[in-house]
């Protein structure tokens, strides 16, 4: 049984929801509730498999909301798992929902399955031809939001093709953009602390963020660590409890403690292509620069060895949830072949001439 989206239920820490490909069904779709690795509940669906598809869980109102990869949103009891409700919405492709404080439905029409890439809310069920238009994305990936808490009334949104979470009110004003390289989700955690996870980069290596409190001011700037947590082809953090966190595997979960085992050094890779006096370094496939996380240290390397590149920081104090500001980047100076970050901040590198170049970042956690 293949798993996806593990998440711990609100109302019973010792339960985990999932979202399943059944051995019974197969290409299918399903939903599942585990407790000390026995099966409690599971139900199939007709919809097809995705190891992208999210759910939601409403405590208050136990319920769980999973997201289909079509226009139809599943509203399923968070006890037995049966359906309560299905949303059919004008929207396709969609992959993540969320709900709101004032109950109102959020959901991400994910290119990847025929969407458009925007991020839509609803506010009136009844009337599901209102569903409106808040923001557009390249490609999201992930949506959450976070309901209880001193300063909530907030969503992270994922984009995959653009390297950003970007934090938005629910009036959908951006109150913020934490840079990460290749994020493919994100979730709040209990303390209002985000959990991001990088999609499959570089074969086989994984990193997973975990910013510091997020209430902190504008100036005080975003912070975390990074850890190497994995080389399996489908590892990917899931949810966050207090002291320890569910990273999914191939065939289904596992709960680590924290602090996480692993402090390797990761790498990578920059950008790799030809580009022009200017440019900025990206991969190919992705619509903006690649940016480099640095923590503690940090070696870039570049070849061939002759080819002048330069290294830009983004200026200081950007916070995920501080008013948007104008973004502005530093030089930090030029480089052949090698150079050495030591301070912490978002990197990017640029090419000074026209040339074929391949970057590569080495960061320390």
Sequence with gaps: MDVADAQYNPLNPEEIIAGIHPA?????????????????????????????LESYIDAEEGLLYAATGTGVVQVRDLGDLQLREELKLPAKGITSTALDSQGRLWLISNPMRG????????????????????RQYSTPTSLDS???????????????????????????????????????GVKWTLDERVLLSSGKYNKHTFLLL???????????????????????????????YL???????YLGFSEIPLPLPKRAPYLIR????????????????????????????????????????????????HHIIAPKP????DVVETFRGTCKVSVPGVYRVRAMSKAAVEVYAICKP
């Design 24 to 52: 019974s069904r197969p290409g299918t779709y399903g939903v599942a509730k585990f407790k000390g690795g026995a099966v409690l509940a599971e139900v199939t669906t007709p919809y097809k498999w995705d190891s992208s």
């Design 115 to 134: 969407g458009d890439g925007g991020l839509y809310v609803l506010e009136d069920r009844q009337h599901s031809e209102k569903l409106e238009r808040v």
């Design 146 to 184: 976070l309901r209880i808490s001193p300063w909530g009334e907030k969503l992270l949104v994922a984009d995959y093709g653009k390297h950003v979470v970007e934090c938005i009110s629910e009036n959908g004003d951006s109150l913020g953009i934490l840079y990460f390289p290749y994020v493919s």
């Design 210 to 240: 975990i910013t510091g409190a997020l209430h902190t001011t504008a100036k005080s700037g975003w912070f975390g660590y990074v850890m190497d947590y994995g080389t399996q082809a489908s590892n990917r953090a899931d949810a966050f």
């Design 243 to 249: 002291d320890r966190v569910l990273i999914q595997w």
């Design 270 to 317: 920059v950008g790799s292509g030809e580009f022009g006096p200017g440019d900025l370094v990206r991969e190919r496939g992705f619509q903006s620069f690649t940016p480099i996380v640095v923590f503690n240290r940090c070696h870039i390397v570049a070849r061939p060895k002759d080819v002048e590149l330069k290294l830009e920081t983004l200026v200081p104090h």
């Design 326 to 329: 104008d973004l502005a980047w």
